[in-house]
C-alpha cells in the first residue's frame, strides 16, 4: 500500500481563504439564521391573515380594506 504525505494539513485547508476568482458565500450565525426563521414565519402568517382577511371581505382591494388592512396588521399597536 501506497502512502503519499501530503504538505496541507486539516488545519490548512480549513483556515485558508478561498481562491482569488471564487465566489464563496459567507455562512451566518446560528443566532442570524434563528431569528431570520422568525421573522420568515411572522411574514407568512400575516400574509395568510390579510389573505383571509381579503377573502371574508369579498376578495376586492379597496381603499377601505387597505386601510383596514394597515390598521390592523401593519401598524406596531401590539407591540
Known amino acids: 500500500m501506497a ?3 501530503s504538505v ?6 480549513l483556515t485558508t481563504k478561498p481562491a482569488a476568482g471564487s465566489k464563496a458565500v ?3 450565525g446560528l ?3 434563528l431569528i ?3 421573522q420568515e ?3 407568512r402568517a400575516a ?3 390579510i389573505a383571509l382577511y381579503l377573502s371574508r371581505s369579498g376578495g376586492r382591494f379597496t381603499d ?3 386601510r383596514e388592512i394597515e390598521r390592523r396588521f401593519l401598524s406596531n399597536s401590539g407591540w
Open 64 to 66: 377601505e380594506q387597505e
Open 8 to 13: 496541507a494539513t486539516t488545519r490548512d485547508v
Open 26 to 28: 459567507p455562512r451566518r
Open 31 to 33: 443566532f442570524r439564521r
Open 3 to 5: 502512502y503519499a504525505h
Open 47 to 49: 400574509e395568510r391573515e
Open 36 to 38: 431570520a426563521a422568525i
Open 41 to 43: 414565519a411572522r411574514m
